[in-house]
Each structure stands twice: as structure tokens, then as C-alpha cells.
């Protein structure tokens, strides 16, 4: 019997912290919904690389950048047939921007409650968020560029 119950006494939270303070999830969340899945990629991958938990996940990161190119590649062939996109493959792109951020988010939930245990205050996310979303909307237009220019 005591053997079933030695794990109860074990810390369910790890007890080191991360490496550095994470950007908050509230901003790495917004910064996806209002970036497009690379900026996802990028500001939840900064944290992993943070939380030092980026090497651990390296199999979680690239099924995001996965999901992140199928979601680019879908917006470039809608791009290039019909020239304009609709609503509805605007969704398609955001929804893949939640489902990294949630993929991700997963990876870190522990890294973010030792952050919040310990007291450790995120820093200010916005330039990253900011940078996030700019290299975003730049991998989003270069094919489309590049491809509408070898068409003409």
C-alpha cells in the first residue's frame, strides 16, 4: 500500500525555473491570433528556447512549422487561382495559428506555472509580438511575390 503512495509526495511542478522569464501567455496568444501562424512559431518558440525546454520539443516545434507551411502553402495556391482571398481561407490561416499556439502552449503550461509560483515577472512582449507578426505578414507576401513575378 505505501508503495502506491510514495508518488504523493513528489512535486507535481518542476522545481527548477526557466532558464529566462517567458513572454506572458496572454501576449504570445494574442500575437498568434492577430499574426498568422509564423508568428505563432516564432514567439511560442522563443519561450521554449527560454523555458530551455527548445532541444526536448524539437519534434513539437517542427510539427508547428509543419502546420504553420501547409497553412502558407494553402494561402499561396488560393493567391495564385483566384487571385483574392475570402473570408473563409482567412479563417483557415488563423485557425492554424490557434492550433500551433495551443500545440505550444501545451509544451510550456508547466514552464508557465513555475514561472507564476516562483513570481517571476514575463517581460514586455510587445516588440517581440511586434516582430512576430512582421516576419509573419514577410514569409506570408514573398511567395506570393516571387511566384505572381515568374507568372508575368
Known amino acids: 500500500m505505501s508503495d ?3 508518488n504523493l509526495f513528489q512535486p507535481s511542478l ?6 529566462q522569464a517567458l513572454y506572458s501567455p496572454v ?3 494574442i500575437t498568434a491570433f492577430f499574426g498568422g501562424p509564423f508568428a505563432a512559431l516564432l514567439i511560442f518558440g522563443v519561450n521554449l528556447r527560454r523555458a530551455g525546454l527548445a532541444a526536448r520539443n524539437a519534434s513539437w516545434l517542427a510539427l508547428a512549422a509543419a502546420i504553420a507551411i501547409a497553412s502558407l502553402v494553402h494561402l499561396v495556391r488560393i493567391r495564385l487561382t483566384e487571385g483574392e482571398t475570402t473570408a473563409d ?3 483557415v490561416v488563423r485557425g492554424a495559428a490557434l ?3 495551443a500545440l505550444l502552449y501545451w509544451r510550456l503550461s508547466s514552464a508557465y506555472r513555475a514561472q507564476q509560483m516562483f513570481g517571476i515577472e514575463p517581460p514586455q512582449p510587445w516588440l517581440m509580438a511586434l516582430a512576430a507578426i512582421a516576419f509573419n505578414i514577410l514569409i ?3 511567395p506570393v511575390l516571387i511566384l505572381a513575378g515568374s507568372y508575368s
Open 4 to 6: 502506491s503512495n510514495d
Open 14 to 19: 518542476n522545481t527548477e525555473t526557466p532558464a
Open 27 to 29: 501576449a504570445c496568444w
Open 89 to 91: 481561407d482567412r479563417l
Open 99 to 101: 492550433v500551433i499556439a
Open 140 to 142: 506570408s507576401a514573398l
